[in-house]
């Protein structure tokens, strides 16, 4: 009695996994083939071989870029290689990458990074926050961008419990961000089965030197996060559930949703067109690509542009894409003035003009 009891429940355990696994297809658009739109003025950035995963640019038009992420179950170009961040001024005629120096003290060959967020303060001083994995741990490190040397100050290393497989950040003010958490588990097995059976345990945070707690919870994969450019809104990206939350900032930092705008393709980073307070999302049209990595049939890359998105009913339009064999694995896209920067978890980089 006790096997039969014993075999039925393994057969639903199975029967479960497997209807679980169909509907992860399903979420991650395993089979979706993109239909091609390209602007005519686009290029891949020289320079820029192994990722180019978040992008955050300045008012002034200076773009850091950080590359070389090391990710579990994500291919990598370059794995005994640590990350970088890049520089790009899209100020110039024909913008080009430089490495930025990163100061004595840090440890640079364990350098993993992941999203980034810029400040300025009022004596326009701008330090750069990266999440970073060392030894696939979670860190938010700040530097200060010291132009004139073209280099990065390493300035201190956060910690803290509630900083666990963080993903992207957004920083208010000093050391004040919110930042998102991808994933429960560490192991990547039970995190798999995590992304499998849809558990929705991720969450956002917010951090500051007096006060750490969660803001929001319930996401399949809480992703990319940005903010608008009034300061009042949260837009975070849901990768898994294939949506983008819009959640008002209260005074206490905590957060309310007023809305979900779903996508139908996987979103990553976010970003802010300044020129129109439009969001950009860097998409994976078809992720499964992304774990299952074959160059025959690479993963696409797709970036939305979501306008009026207070509204009833936003806008949502396609400002590229294309089935991988340009671009493969999009995760970010930014702008500058009718200058686009589209970035990837672990490929190249493309820089077109609108």
């Not at 910690?159 to 004040?176: A, C, F, R, T």
């Not at 200058?339 to 609108?354: D, M, P, S």
Request: net charge negative; glycine share 6%.
């Amino acid at each position: 009695m006790g096997k039969l009891v014993a075999l039925t429940l393994l057969g639903a355990a199975l029967a479960l996994l497997g209807e679980r696994f169909v509907a992860f297809r399903q979420r991650t658009n395993a089979s979706r083939e993109v239909e091609p739109v390209e602007p005519q003025h686009c290029h891949l950035i020289e320079g820029l071989e192994n990722g180019s995963e978040d992008i955050d640019i300045l008012p002034n038009g200076l773009a850091f870029i950080s590359t070389g992420l090391k990710y579990p179950g994500m291919p990598n170009f370059a794995p005994d290689e640590p990350g970088q961040i890049f520089l790009m001024d899209l100020n110039e005629q024909s913008p080009r990458v430089q490495a930025l120096n990163i100061s004595d003290g840090f440890d640079k060959e364990s350098f993993n990074p992941h999203g980034i967020s810029t400040f300025t303060d009022k004596d326009h001083n701008v330090y750069l926050y990266v999440v970073n994995h060392p030894h696939m741990k979670s860190t938010v490190e700040i530097f200060k961008f010291e132009e004139q040397q073209h280099s990065l100050v390493h300035l201190k290393t956060i910690k803290h419990e509630l900083l666990k497989s963080v993903n992207d950040i957004v920083v208010l003010g000093p050391e004040q961000f919110y930042a998102t958490r991808d994933h429960y588990f560490t192991n990547f097995f039970l995190g798999f089965l995590e992304v499998v059976m849809d558990l929705r345990w991720t969450y956002v945070l917010f951090y500051s030197p007096g006060e750490v707690k969660v803001v929001a919870e319930g996401f399949s994969s809480a992703n990319g996060i940005t903010v608008s450019q009034d300061k009042k809104y949260i837009y975070v990206a849901d990768v898994l559930a294939k949506n983008i939350h819009i959640m008002k900032i209260h005074d206490n930092w905590d957060l309310t949703q007023l809305k979900v705008i779903q996508l139908g393709t996987l979103p990553d980073n976010l970003s802010v067109d300044p020129d129109t307070g439009d969001i950009l999302a860097g998409c994976h049209p078809n992720a499964v690509k992304l774990l299952i990595y074959n160059p025959e049939d690479p993963p696409g890359s797709e970036v939305l542009r979501i306008q009026d998105v207070l509204s009833e009913k936003p806008r949502i339009s396609t400002e590229y894409a294309n089935n991988g064999f340009v671009l493969q694995g999009s995760s970010v896209a930014s702008a500058y003035h009718r200058q686009l920067l589209i970035g990837t978890v672990f490929h190249k980089a493309l820089y077109c003009v609108l």
